[in-house]
């Protein structure tokens, strides 16, 4: 009995692309591509999903012998790049959460406080890094993770193997994306703006009519106290804005 085994070569070609891709996205994605979740287990989602999506995608790529190293190299490339567009098309939507932490903190008087963030290793303050945990778990809580996924299957209908993404339709969806998140992070500190406006221009009247007060050490504790009670009254409707801009993004990629 022979066994024919001269797909392996071209099926090992489409394997290594189509992990370019999802490994790409799979990276950058909200929620399964945080610093919190070690290398190795993204390494093995990717791959997981990659095994998974060969058998349906497959026929997709084109047929390139293994001799031709350089439309192969060049497919790499293509591919990778789709993957962290896609992935960062995601990631930024998180940025709503520290344009809002940001804009919190500062209406309470916190903007100080500074704490690296686990989510992106670097220095952030610490409400908006409390609010990217909180929105991390909700993701999985909510298994808004799976809609992350099914944006990694429906970007083979988006952009098929071998395309050329244009430059202007890439520039408009990240600008698309920044935008929002900045406009939806404003929304969603907008109580707190409110408070920020009347309490200082309250601190200024105070200033004015009574002189003598120290109204610098007057203020600070009381906006940081009412700025917390603010942030427990309104922190599951400002989760709930957050999530809802994300699924409208995933939901896009996805469909």
Same mark, same amino acid.
Do not use: C, W
């Given at each position: 009995?022979?066994?024919?085994?001269?797909?392996?070569?071209?099926? #090992?070609?489409?394997?290594?692309?189509?992990? #370019?891709?999802?490994?790409?996205?799979?990276?950058?994605?909200?929620?399964?591509g945080?610093?919190?979740?070690?290398?190795?287990?993204?390494?093995?989602?990717?791959?997981?999903?990659?095994?998974?999506?060969?058998?349906?995608?497959?026929?997709?790529?084109?047929?390139?012998? @293994?001799?031709?190293?350089?439309?192969?190299v060049?497919?790499?490339?293509?591919?990778?790049?789709?993957?962290?567009?896609?992935?960062?098309?995601?990631?930024?939507?998180?940025?709503?959460?520290?344009?809002?932490?940001?804009?919190? #903190?500062?209406?309470?008087?916190?903007?100080?406080?500074?704490?690296?963030?686990?989510?992106?290793?670097?220095?952030?303050? @610490?409400?908006?890094?409390? *609010?990217? !945990?909180?929105?991390?778990?909700?993701?999985?809580?909510?298994?808004?993770?799976?809609?992350?996924?099914?944006?990694?299957d429906?970007?083979?209908?988006?952009?098929?193997?071998?395309?050329?993404?244009?430059?202007?339709?890439?520039?408009q969806?990240?600008?698309?994306i920044?935008?929002? #998140?900045?406009?939806?992070?404003?929304?969603?500190?907008a109580?707190?703006?409110?408070?920020?406006?009347?309490?200082?221009?309250?601190?200024?009247?105070?200033?004015r009519? @009574?002189?003598? *007060?120290?109204?610098?050490? *007057?203020?600070?504790?009381?906006?940081?106290?009412?700025?917390?009670? @603010?942030?427990?009254?309104?922190?599951?409707?400002?989760?709930?804005g957050?999530?809802?801009?994300?699924?409208t !993004?995933?939901?896009? !990629?996805?469909?």
């Amino acid at each position: 009995m022979t066994v024919n085994i001269s797909f392996l070569p071209a099926l #090992a070609v489409t394997f290594i692309l189509m992990f #370019a891709r999802l490994g790409t996205m799979t990276m950058l994605m909200p929620g399964i591509g945080e610093r919190g979740i070690p290398v190795r287990i993204r390494l093995v989602i990717a791959l997981m999903l990659t095994l998974v999506m060969l058998p349906i995608y497959r026929s997709n790529y084109p047929t390139v012998p @293994m001799a031709n190293f350089g439309p192969i190299v060049a497919l790499l490339f293509q591919e990778a790049i789709i993957g962290a567009v896609l992935g960062l098309t995601a990631r930024l939507t998180l940025t709503a959460l520290e344009v809002a932490g940001a804009t919190i #903190a500062n209406q309470m008087g916190l903007g100080f406080a500074t704490a690296v963030d686990p989510n992106q290793g670097q220095q952030g303050m @610490m409400i908006g890094n409390l *609010l990217a !945990v909180i929105g991390v778990a909700l993701i999985f809580a909510t298994d808004m993770h799976h809609l992350a996924i099914g944006a990694l299957d429906h970007s083979y209908t988006l952009f098929k193997p071998g395309e050329i993404m244009p430059a202007s339709d890439v520039t408009q969806l990240m600008l698309s994306i920044v935008s929002g #998140a900045f406009k939806i992070g404003v929304q969603l500190a907008a109580p707190f703006l409110v408070f920020g406006l009347l309490f200082n221009l309250g601190l200024g009247i105070l200033a004015r009519l @009574m002189p003598q *007060l120290q109204v610098f050490f *007057l203020g600070l504790p009381l906006s940081i106290t009412i700025g917390f009670v @603010m942030l427990a009254a309104f922190i599951g409707a400002v989760m709930l804005g957050f999530l809802g801009h994300l699924e409208t !993004v995933l939901v896009g !990629v996805a469909r």
